[in-house]
């Protein structure tokens, strides 16, 4: 989930024009959904704009993944894993995944070295942009030359960039 730190900048001289104009951009174009939702939305607005100099307010935002899409992706993850020939689980499959798409976060590793560390998928930790990164991140990881020597080592590169392609393009890739 992204997380916004806004901090309120010296004040501005705005003229109540001015004023106007942001309300009518502000609400006009997007709304809460609702009576409630817009009177959400005008509360969050009157506590940004009564920040005073200095003062931080942070504000978390939630993009929803969307169904179809997560299916997807797992489904492609599945359909690779059953057609590769190197990974006998599918959870180290999908860990080499998410390093190979660089879907980490380093660390310093036991000998003093840095060591990825894969980030999670799951619905709650990663948002539908988020995911779409990933996904594309996926895809193209697995189109490469390393990946296709991992997964069939025994075919010739002109056949592992078919076998990838075959399955990528099942999925519309």
Do not use: C
């Not at 504000?59 to 599945?78: D, F, N």
């Amino acid at each position: 989930m992204p997380e916004i730190t806004l901090v309120r900048q010296d004040p501005a001289a705005i003229s109540e024009a001015d004023k106007d104009t942001a309300r009518r951009v502000i609400f006009g174009m997007v709304d809460g959904l609702g009576e409630g939702g817009r009177k959400q939305w005008r509360r969050l607005w009157r506590r940004i704009l009564g920040l005073e100099p200095g003062e931080m307010m942070e504000i978390t935002t939630v993009q929803p993944r969307l169904g179809w899409y997560h299916r997807k992706h797992m489904a492609l993850e599945q359909a690779v894993f059953e057609l590769q020939e190197r990974f006998a689980e599918f959870e180290d499959f999908r860990t080499w995944l998410k390093v190979g798409a660089g879907h980490v976060n380093w660390f310093p590793g036991p000998k003093g070295g840095v060591i990825p560390v894969p980030r999670s998928i799951s619905y709650g930790k990663l948002e539908q942009g988020e995911m779409e990164v990933y996904h594309a991140a996926a895809v193209n990881f697995l189109r490469t030359e390393h990946a296709g020597a991992t997964l069939w080592k025994h075919l010739s590169p002109t056949m592992r960039i078919q076998m990838i392609e075959t399955v990528l393009g099942g999925f519309g890739e």
